[in-house]
C-alpha cells in the first residue's frame, strides 16, 4: 500500500508473500525517513519466488527498485537499482527466481533481464510497448513495433 510519511516520517511498511498452504513470510521492510511515499508495485510470484517493485523518495528524489526474494529461503535474492530517472514498466518473474523487466528511460525502452548475477540487454527503442513482456515455458516475448521478439529465460 502506499502511505504518506509526511505525518510519521519514521512510517515503517512491510510486504509479505507465501506460497501455497504455507504461513506468511515477510519479504522486505522499508522505513522512509524523508517526507514522502512508498509503495510496492508489479508484485510476481512464480515458483517459490516472489518480486515487487518498491517506489520510495529516500534516495534524494523519486526511485525504483526490482527486489527478487526466494520464499524458500526467506532472503532477497537480486536487488535491481537503476538511476532514478528509470521507470520499471512490466515485469516477468520465472520459478527459477531469473527475471526480466521493461524499463522507461526517457522516450526509450529497454528490455533487460537477470539470470543469477548477469544482467542482460536484450532490446531497447521507442516503439517497445512497455507492457508486452510474457513468458511461456523458457521463452520470454515483447514486441517492439509490429515485431515479436523473443528471447530464453530459462
Same mark, same amino acid.
Do not use: C, N, W
Given at each position: 500500500r502506499r502511505r504518506p510519511a509526511s505525518a510519521n516520517p519514521s512510517t515503517v511498511t512491510r510486504l509479505y508473500g507465501c506460497?501455497?498452504?504455507?504461513?506468511? !513470510?515477510?519479504?522486505?521492510?522499508? &522505513?522512509?525517513?524523508? &517526507?514522502?511515499?512508498?509503495?510496492?508495485?508489479?508484485?510476481?510470484? &512464480?515458483?517459490?519466488?516472489?518480486s515487487a517493485v518498491t517506489t520510495s523518495d529516500d534516495r534524494g528524489g523519486y526511485s525504483e527498485e526490482l527486489e527478487v526474494f526466494d520464499l524458500r529461503?526467506?532472503?532477497?535474492?537480486?536487488?535491481?537499482?537503476? &538511476?532514478?530517472? !528509470?521507470?520499471?514498466r512490466d515485469v516477468e518473474l520465472r520459478p527459477s527466481g531469473n527475471v526480466a523487466w521493461i524499463q522507461a528511460v526517457g522516450a526509450t525502452f529497454e528490455v533487460r533481464s537477470r539470470r543469477g548475477a548477469t544482467t542482460a540487454l536484450l532490446d531497447s527503442g521507442p516503439a517497445i510497448n512497455p507492457t508486452s513482456l510474457a513468458s511461456s515455458g523458457p521463452i520470454l516475448y515483447w514486441t517492439n513495433g509490429a515485431q515479436a521478439r523473443t528471447s530464453p529465460l530459462p
Open positions: 506460497r501455497a498452504g504455507r504461513r506468511p !513470510v515477510r519479504m522486505a521492510t522499508r &522505513a522512509v525517513f524523508s &517526507a514522502g511515499t512508498l509503495s510496492f508495485k508489479l508484485e510476481r510470484l &512464480a515458483g517459490s519466488y516472489a529461503r526467506r532472503r532477497r535474492t537480486t536487488l535491481i537499482s537503476p &538511476a532514478q530517472d !528509470v521507470r520499471i
